[in-house]
């Protein structure tokens, strides 16, 4: 069985289980499901709330995941969960609300980071920690340090964020490395980045030593290609049009004030290197796109705007980036994918900068192992 396989459903009365059966006599729990919620709490997949045998009761907001999930997931899901919070004017610093998340499974370093953040999480396999202060409950079980529901089918595509992280690693390093090397630099799991090897393999792309040796060489070109024939700027990423009626230099000039994360993409990464007609669109890549509109004061466009921004299809965009005149631009890797998969001239200009990447390949691709 698959991990999609299992409902949200199963997992909520798995959840009324495994508590229920653990918690003193005399207890009670009521479970509701996202479905027969209040609007001011749609923003929980389930509520269980427990009652002791004294009339002492506790909310706890489940978040269920169909999907486990991976300890670098963790900390962009506790901000979006704090975020919720925040909204609705309650605090898990202050014991004001209660998480609970259950999954099909949760590896250590994921549950141990949970922990650390003061949620509870229960998965599939056993492994549980539930805690609350009023009424005092600590719930611990051990299930299992592997994932039983993962299977291993062979990768078919490089769509999704982490085929994406893995050949920027490919794309922007220089070969020779070990898989635990290029695991380190790109925050991607082993198993993930041999997926992708073994795929690209079978394309003829990369070249190991060994089945599971160093990967001895990438031809970037045809992986670049390949990529990009599963990823596709305009259908992965979160954009949005606006205006800045004084032109695309004011919004630049602004750019190298900014306090918050961005790389530029598109044409204007691109004429650095392979000069074009310049556009009349500049791409930014944001990480908070409620701080930018503010800061650039731009305005919401439907037709006829100059600057299109918004948030990536993943953080790997903001690394290896360049700065030049105090402007920070994505990898060129990362700008040709966009160029290549956009509209307009964006294609050609892609091809031209394709060009120049083969003819100063020493000047950006990064030798893993830097000097001391």
């Known amino acids: 069985m698959r991990n999609n396989d299992i409902s949200e459903t199963q997992m909520l009365k798995t959840v009324k289980e495994e508590l229920g059966r653990r918690l003193p006599p005399g207890w009670l ?40 999930l991976e300890a670098r997931d963790i900390f ?27 999954t099909p499974y949760l590896g250590q370093t994921a549950r141990d980071e949970l922990a650390k953040e003061g949620i509870s999480y229960l998965d599939l396999t056993g492994n549980i920690r539930f805690a609350l202060r009023k009424p005092a409950v600590f719930i611990e079980a051990q299930g299992s340090n592997k994932n039983p529901l993962r299977e291993y089918v062979p990768l078919k595509s490089l769509k999704g964020r982490g085929a994406g992280r893995v050949v920027r690693g490919l794309l922007d390093y220089r070969q020779p490395f070990g898989i635990r090397r290029l695991s380190s630099e790109t925050q991607t799991s082993a198993a993930s980045i041999s997926r992708v090897i073994d795929l690209l393999e079978r394309d003829a792309i990369v ?41 695309i230099p004011e919004t630049l000039s602004k750019l190298t004030k900014a306090n918050f ?55 790997v965009v903001f690394e290896r980036t360049e700065t030049s005149d105090q402007l920070t631009y994505a990898r060129v890797s990362q700008v040709a994918a966009d160029l290549l998969t956009g509209v307009g001239r964006n294609p050609a200009e892609g091809e ?12 950006w691709r990064i030798p893993l192992i830097r000097p001391t």
């Not at 962009?76 to 609705?88: D, E, G």
């Open 29 to 68: 729990l009521s479970l509701k499901e996202q479905v027969s919620l209040p609007p001011s709490k749609k923003y929980a997949d389930g509520i269980l709330e427990i009652t002791t045998s004294d009339g002492i009761s506790a909310t706890v907001l489940i978040e269920a995941k169909q999907n486990y």
């Open 76 to 102: 962009r899901q506790v901000r979006t969960w704090r975020n919720a919070l925040m909204n609705k004017g309650l605090s898990l610093a202050n014991d004001e609300a209660n998480i609970l998340i259950v």
């Open 261 to 315: 994360k961005y790389a530029i993409t598109g044409s204007f990464a691109a004429v650095r290197y392979a000069p074009v007609t310049q556009s009349r669109l500049l791409t930014v890549y944001i990480d908070y796109p409620e701080a930018a509109e503010e800061q650039l004061q731009l305005r919401n466009a439907e037709t006829g705007g100059n600057i299109l921004l918004g948030r990536p299809f993943d953080p």
């Open 352 to 363: 031209a900068l394709i060009a120049w990447m083969k003819e100063n390949e020493e000047k």
């Open 207 to 247: 070249n190991r030593e060994s089945p599971r040796g160093q990967i001895l060489s990438v031809n970037w070109e045809q992986l670049l290609r390949r990529w990009t024939r599963d990823y596709n700027f305009i259908e992965v990423n979160k954009m949005r049009t606006y205006l800045e009626p004084r032109g």
